[in-house]
């Protein structure tokens, strides 16, 4: 067998032995593509016009009873949307949950809708799995029964159970690629069927969904194989979804988000540390909502099968997979004669980003 005749590579990054096992958001010492800077005439008008984006809209947001997701419905909620407030109320790690028995009032998409409504908005309660085949029916239906519409799915639900590769139970690979992956596909599933259905009635639909991914489905995350898999799932699934659904109206994009929640205080406090100056607390989970709210809209008409990175006042459009350097044999290769060529085209080719946690 011929022998590979020059060192492997170098690696970009090996993933460290303990390392940090998520998200981190980028910093200075990554590139960062080209930047839009903002006008500051647009920045006044959005600090003093009230913003009606989604004005007669019903949406329905995932896991919407904490963190991003709360922060997206209150967002909606302001911009003139009725929200119907998904939430199972489970643990961090998807233990426990209200259930669809518990009072709804005293669930946290409960507490949302309540917020919401002292504000002059409405809102409607879900404490239903989204990645139960009938929940997530469930929820679709929650929106047609008590709005008489949908416009607007933001799918946002999940939780972690973080391990090395190594030790990931299966239980732990299975129930978070479950919710995250399944409770996409489902509620995409069902609000889609709605809107193929209005298509063909001859009732034309202006319908958006917003996906959550992740920068650790994005680029991978050292500790969160489960979470990295599932949530690259659902940038290709989005894609799948822009692709099929464009025929009936609905947008499909997908947003990975970085801020302070749960899922993040603890270990990033540092990083997600309100300032103590009082100046713009970049890691404030309400930061995303905007661009959910615009991707969730009649606004951002055109804009489809797009995943976005949303952090602070940062928006960065995510360029996924993509071919790079190419060779052409113009027959079978044998395995011995590849290394010279292999080399050469991954010398041609961009070198891939970091894995989070990686050093
Ligand atoms: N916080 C970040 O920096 C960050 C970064 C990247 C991606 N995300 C993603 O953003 C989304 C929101 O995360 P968060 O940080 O706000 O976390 P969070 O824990 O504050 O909120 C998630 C909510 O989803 C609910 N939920 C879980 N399983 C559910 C199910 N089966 N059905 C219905 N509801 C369910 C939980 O009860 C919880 O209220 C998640 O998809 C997360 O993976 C967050």
Redesign the pocket.
Known sequence: MPRATSPAPPSPCTAAASGPPS?TPRTSTNPEPSEVVVPQRAQQRAATTPDRTAAGRVVVV??A?????RAHALAFARAGARVVV?????A?D?AG?TGRAAAANGS?AGQVAAEIRAMGGEAAVST????DGE?AARLVRTALERFGRLDTLVN?????RDRMLVNLGEDDWDAVVR??LK?HFLPMKHAAAHWRAESKAGRPTRARIVN?????GLLGAVGQGN?AAA?AGIAALTLVAAAEFGRYGVQVNAV?????????ERTFAADMAAPADGGFDAMA?DNVSPLVVYLGSDASDGVTGRVFEAEGGRITVMDGWRRAARADKGAQWEPGELDAPLRELLRRSPDPECVYGAE
Not at 65 to 69: E, H, I, S
Not at 128 to 131: E, L, P, T
Not at 212 to 216: E, F, K, N, P
């Open positions: 998200w995932t896991g009873g904490r963190g991003l997701g998904n939430d199972l109320g489970v961090l998807g949950g946290p239903d799995d989204v990645a929940g946002n639900a999940g939780f972690l919710v995250h409770g959550t991914t992740s920068g650790a979470y949530k990975a988000p970085a801020a302070r929640t749960r899922m993040t989970p």
